[in-house]
Every structure is written in C-alpha cells, then in structure tokens.
C-alpha cells in the first residue's frame, strides 16, 4: 500500500491552489475528479473537510501529547500509554528504557522503534526533518498546520518489530460504525472493514483475518464518548496483554486518497458521514486558507 505522506511534495508555486491540489491528487488516486460541491464519497468528503471544516478541537486531538489530556479526562488513566519522555531537543542518549517507539507529536506515520542505542543515533537523525515545517501541508490537512512541532517517546508494546494490532474505529455522529485492521504494515501492507458484529465489510481474500478484540464491546464505547462531538472522527485503539489503549485521533485517513474495495463501499460509508452532518451541522469555524509561505 502506498504511504502517499512519504512522497515528495508538490510545489507550491506549481499548483499554489488548495482546491487545485485536491482536484489533481484525487485524480491520480481515485482516477476520476471529486464533486466538491456535493460530495457523496467518503473520499470526496474527506477532501472537503480539507476545505471547509476549521472546528478548533480538531488541532488539539490531532497533536499527540493534547489528545493524551483530553482522552484521559473521557475514559480514564488505565486507557492512556504511558509518556515516556516528550519535547522538541532529543537528548544525547535516553533516560527511559529500551524497547521504545520516537514519534512525532504534530502529525502521523512519523515514527521509529529503538530496541539499541545504535536505534536511538539512527533515530535522532532521521527524525530531526520531522521538526522542519508543519505536517499535512501538501496534503491540505489543516488540523496538523498549527500544532506545536515536537517529540513524543513511548514504551514500544509490540513484539521485536512486529506491531500490535490497532483497531481504528470509524465513528459517525456519536456511533461506531466501522473498525479498521491493518496487516503486516511494515511488508505486505493490507487493510480489512468490520463491522460492529466483526463481519467484513471490505473485500480481501486472506487466510489469516484478525480475530475481534477481547473488549470490542469496549472499545466502540470508547470511540463514541471521545468523537462525540464530531460528525465524523476515526480513534485508534490497541489491545495489550488483553487491555485496551487509547492510540491516536484521525481526522483524515489515509487523506481521503486510498481507494475502497469493492469501490460501492467509498459510497457506503459517505452515506454515514452524510446522516452525521445532517444532524450535526458543521459550524461557522474559520481559520483562514493554509499558508505554504509558512513551511
């Protein structure tokens, strides 16, 4: 699966253009051009929250070590990973214990597992271009553009470099809907739909899905109470030793650019995040447009 945020970013003075950018990567992923007037596609829809949708809590559950203190005060301390160490200097050598996993604060896919110091000095300088502009800027995701730039360091919970299954909950106007499962993210990277009764929903022949979370029931619970507000949020979740934790907040996944299989399905779940608005209209936030100048 392609990791579009780990390409080479257009330039600016090139497609200087929002609304161009979108038209034309939509293009190239989907193969056709977005209705960004009346979106009906999750895809599409989710190019249009690039345009249009400024609520101030999304910037502040997009950032790492934020939603940590905001997640916390909704479903308590047991749910929450511990924060190993956080800041923007990385020091000479860590004070925390090996295995843990570097990642940045102010975006996603940003990330680096140490088992080593040899770890740690190859992680110090891959990461220091994390700190140099703004995340999601060629992407148009807004929320990302002002979050303090900054590290966060957790203790690593997967097994040698084998990452534990995270379950991404799609929720729509207060209801959990969807759970995302990705596989072998670092070799063969798939991803499967479920629905809340884990039948799939996604179309991939695959020998070995994912059993259901032991707390499913708990964590869709979960979901609901943090993207309450939100006519449309995705939140991640991991099962460890048989617990739940809370991973990250989404606002864009896979920036509206990763094509469904079957393709009914882009329509599907547009439907869902359609009936939210209808009864969660959008408010009249405004930010302003994104400022490459920034960068």
């Known amino acids: 699966m392609m990791n ?3 390409l080479p970013s257009l330039p600016h003075w090139l497609l200087p253009s929002a609304r161009l950018r979108i038209y034309v990567l939509y293009l190239w992923r989907h193969h056709r051009w977005p209705d960004l007037l009346t979106p009906r596609r999750f895809s599409e829809l989710v190019q249009w929250r690039k345009l249009h949708d400024r609520d101030p809590m999304m910037p502040v559950l997009a950032d790492k070590i934020a939603a940590k203190q905001q997640v916390e005060q909704k479903l308590g301390s047991h749910w929450m990973i ?10 000479d050598q860590p004070s ?11 975006g996603c896919n940003q990330n680096i597992i140490c088992h080593n110091p040899a770890d740690w000095q190859m992680a110090r300088k891959r990461s220091a271009k994390w700190l140099r502009k703004p995340y999601g800027l060629w992407l148009d995701e807004w929320a990302y553009r002002d ?6 360091v957790e203790p690593y919970l997967g097994a040698d470099d084998i990452v534990p299954v995270d379950y991404k909950v799609y929720v729509f106007n207060g209801e959990a809907a969807l ?15 479920f629905d ?7 179309r991939l022949e695959d020998e070995n899905f994912p059993s259901a979370p032991v707390h499913l029931a708990r964590i ?8 309450a507000d939100f006519a449309f949020a995705r939140i991640d979740f991991y099962e460890i030793a048989g617990e739940p934790k809370f991973g990250e907040v989404t606002f864009y996944p896979g ?9 009914e399905l882009d329509s599907t779940i547009g439907a869902l995040w359609l009936a939210g608005l209808a009864s969660h209209p959008l408010p009249r936030y405004h930010a302003g447009p994104w400022q490459p100048e920034a960068a």
């Not at 160490?85 to 990385?90: H, I, K, T, V």
């Open 196 to 202: 809340r009764q884990w039948n799939q929903v996604s």
């Open 4 to 6: 579009l945020r780990r």
């Open 220 to 227: 869709l619970d979960s979901a609901e109470k943090v993207a």
């Open 96 to 106: 925390w214990p090996y295995p843990f996993i570097l990642k940045a604060s102010h």
């Open 82 to 91: 511990p924060t190993c160490w956080s800041g923007r200097d990385l020091p």
């Open 147 to 152: 979050i303090p730039r900054s590290y966060i």
């Open 179 to 193: 759970i995302q499962v990705h596989l072998d993210r670092y070799s063969v990277h798939r991803w499967i739909l």
């Open 255 to 263: 920036s509206g650019l990763d094509p469904f299989e079957p393709r």
